[in-house]
């Protein structure tokens, strides 16, 4: 009787040892060998219809306007480049959703239709993009500042440069100040006095671009 009753103890306690510390450890080697056979296919495009690569549902609604008019300028490859310039620039949201308002009539406001806004945005990069020789951060830089960045590098080494664009929007700043139209709209901008712009406008632009399509960089 004392032998059974050991033997009892025994299993009870091999069955406790099981519960507690085999079982869940079989059961997550199991999910582990269930996953290796069967890996789940994630489709990212399900997992939400709002937002790609950082791009607000707002942008990615004029994504085949973008693809229309980038493909007349024969820049259709830049199109991920383009909705990325427009999330930076107003999200998608607006009337004038490019900001190419002053690249189109001098002043801001006067387009006031998003299909005309990316028609002439897309329009005004394809510009910047040649004359930029197609060097991507350069034309966003001169999105931003206008056309006349291209030729100022082109006479200071040649090579988009951060430094550069803090160079030239410092010096555009001290000729234009006295209009009151500028203000730095980056903390960081003041110490340069760099208040013409957006200095740091090409890491801006590429924070809302997927990685993907580097090769075009």
Same mark, same amino acid.
């Given at each position: 009787?004392?032998?059974?009753?050991t033997?009892?103890?025994?299993?009870?306690?091999?069955?406790?040892?099981f @519960?507690?510390?085999?079982l869940?450890?079989?059961?997550?080697?199991g999910?582990?060998?269930? @996953?290796?056979?069967?890996?789940?296919?994630?489709?990212?495009?399900? &997992?939400?219809?709002?937002?790609?690569?950082?791009?607000?549902?707002?942008v &990615?609604?004029?994504e085949?306007?973008?693809?229309? /008019?980038?493909? *007349?300028e024969?820049?259709?490859?830049?199109?991920?480049?383009?909705?990325?310039? +427009? +999330?930076?620039?107003? %999200?998608?949201?607006?009337?004038?959703?490019?900001?190419?308002s002053?690249?189109?009539? %001098?002043s801001?406001?006067?387009?006031?239709?998003?299909?005309?806004?990316?028609?002439?945005?897309?329009?005004?990069f394809?510009?910047?993009?040649?004359?930029?020789?197609?060097?991507?951060? &350069?034309?966003?830089?001169?999105?931003?500042?206008?056309? %006349? @960045?291209?030729?100022?590098?082109?006479?200071n080494g %040649? *090579?988009?440069?951060?430094?550069l664009?803090?160079?030239?929007?410092?010096?555009?700043?001290?000729?234009?100040?006295?209009?009151?139209?500028?203000?730095?709209?980056?903390?960081e901008?003041?110490?340069?006095?760099?208040? =013409?712009?957006?200095?740091? /406008?090409v890491?801006?632009? &590429?924070? =809302? /671009?997927?990685?993907?399509? *580097?090769?075009?960089?």
């Open positions: 009787m004392a032998g059974s009753k033997n009892r103890k025994f299993k009870k306690a091999l069955r406790k040892v @519960f507690k510390n085999v869940p450890l079989l059961i997550v080697i999910a582990i060998q269930l @996953f290796a056979n069967n890996p789940i296919d994630i489709n990212v495009s399900n &997992l939400t219809n709002e937002n790609r690569g950082n791009l607000s549902k707002q &990615l609604q004029y085949d306007k973008v693809e229309k /008019y980038a493909k *007349e024969g820049i259709e490859d830049y199109v991920p480049i383009i909705l990325a310039l +427009m +999330m930076q620039e107003s %999200g998608g949201r607006g009337n004038d959703p490019m900001q190419a002053e690249s189109y009539c %001098g801001v406001g006067c387009i006031d239709d998003p299909e005309k806004s990316i028609e002439q945005g897309v329009s005004y394809a510009l910047t993009l040649e004359k930029a020789d197609y060097n991507v951060k &350069l034309a966003l830089q001169s999105y931003n500042f206008g056309a %006349g @960045f291209i030729d100022y590098v082109r006479n %040649g *090579e988009y440069t951060e430094a664009a803090i160079e030239f929007s410092a010096k555009k700043y001290e000729e234009l100040e006295h209009t009151g139209i500028y203000s730095c709209i980056r903390e901008a003041l110490q340069y006095e760099a208040c =013409y712009g957006d200095i740091y /406008y890491d801006a632009v &590429l924070n =809302y /671009y997927d990685e993907e399509n *580097e090769e075009i960089m």
